[in-house]
């Protein structure tokens, strides 16, 4: 489905065309509340006191230092980097304010980090745009846009009907991706180091 499939749906579906601010809020929601596979990007970065992030970043997957053996970075607070501030020579862990990840030691090295993140679905604009999540998961568009259409036109008794569908569609797609990422197979911790 593309972003004129996706506004011809909800013509046909209340007779009139939403307002674009709709599609937008669909997004922001998107973006606030989804996190899926469809969702993850991957890049490298080279190691620093601080680093800027992607454009675009929701969240860590997971990160590394591309080292032998690798060295998994550790997600902790802002706060308890500066208690634990210290100059080393690998980092360890790492914190994320304002687009930006600081780690900590505070390497001496430029090693590569790996990072896996989730990012920001993009607005859609013309006709012809799409993404993965219109694509695979159309009901979060097509639920998400009746909801605010019905809350802009002041119809709480359909905005939460839709609302209730797109909380399904949110979940389903959730759950769905969990069974994929999991292949049905119960998680393994992983205790220890690599030899």
Known sequence: MNFGELKAALLAEIGRAPSDVVYQLVTADINRELRISEMVETTTLTEAASITLPTGFLGVVRAYLDTDPRIA???TTGQALDRM???GNTAREYAIEDGVMYLNPVPTTSETI???YYKRVADLSA???TNDILTNHPAIYIYG???HHA???????K???WKAAYDIAIDGAMKNDTKIKNA???LKVAVGTAP
Do not use: S
């Open 73 to 75: 970075l550790t997600p």
């Open 85 to 87: 501030h210290y100059n």
């Open 114 to 116: 790996h990072l896996t």
């Open 127 to 129: 006709d012809t745009d």
């Open 145 to 147: 846009a009746l909801t």
């Open 151 to 157: 809350a802009l036109k002041q119809d709480a008794q």
């Open 159 to 161: 905005a939460a009907l």
């Open 184 to 186: 049905g197979a119960p």
